[in-house]
């Protein structure tokens, strides 16, 4: 609804009570402060999502075995804060660590490998190194066409975002066939 005040006053409340009763590393504590740094990070508080998003992480690294899935969320949240704070090296670096979780968690053709390949290409074209961006969303789009149906809305999302390197780079032509 947009009443971000309203959404963090309880998601603050529901932490302090599971603070008050539960143990101080209960992945539900994890849940909180993401939920928390959600709201912050809709609300384009990003040095407060961060902050939230971090704690978050600290309590799944203890609470949680080393590659589990939540754990390449949390580095997915991160990354994403850090690239619309315009800090690519640090989104990369989170990005990277999230595909590198999930490739031991998942089966290799999971759809949520093709969106971390994705979010990856992103942050490359906002560097500026396309052809990097472009081997990403390739390999994202590969995904796609083996694990979901063909009129699934992310297949919208990978030639959008291949036409947008193209168009980046200069290459109209191919922008205009993705």
């Known amino acids: 609804m947009g009443e971000y005040s309203k959404a963090l006053s309880w998601y603050e409340r529901s932490l302090e ?4 009763a539960l143990p101080p590393n ?12 959600i709201v912050y990070d809709n609300m384009g508080e990003y040095s407060k999502a961060l902050s939230s998003y971090e704690r978050s992480l600290e309590i799944l690294k203890i609470a949680l075995p080393p590659n589990h899935p939540s754990l390449a969320s949390s580095y997915n949240n991160i990354g ?11 989104a990369l670096s989170s ?12 089966p290799p053709n999971h759809p949520d490998l093709a969106t971390s390949y994705n ?28 694990t979901l149906p063909p009129n699934h809305p992310d297949f919208a999302q990978s030639y959008n975002n291949i036409a ?9 032509s191919k922008a205009l066939s993705s």
């Open 164 to 172: 947008m390197v193209y168009d980046k780079m200069g290459e109209y």
């Open 119 to 146: 979010n990856i290409a992103m942050v490359y074209s906002h560097m500026g190194e396309y052809s990097k961006a472009l081997s990403s969303l390739e390999r994202s789009l590969e995904i796609r066409k083996i």
């Open 95 to 106: 990005y990277e660590r999230s595909l590198e979780i999930l490739k031991i968690a998942l």
């Open 80 to 90: 994403g804060v850090y690239d619309k704070m315009g800090e690519y090296s640090k």
């Open 26 to 37: 209960h992945p539900d504590l994890a849940t909180s402060y993401n939920n928390i740094a």
């Open 17 to 20: 009570i599971r603070k008050i």
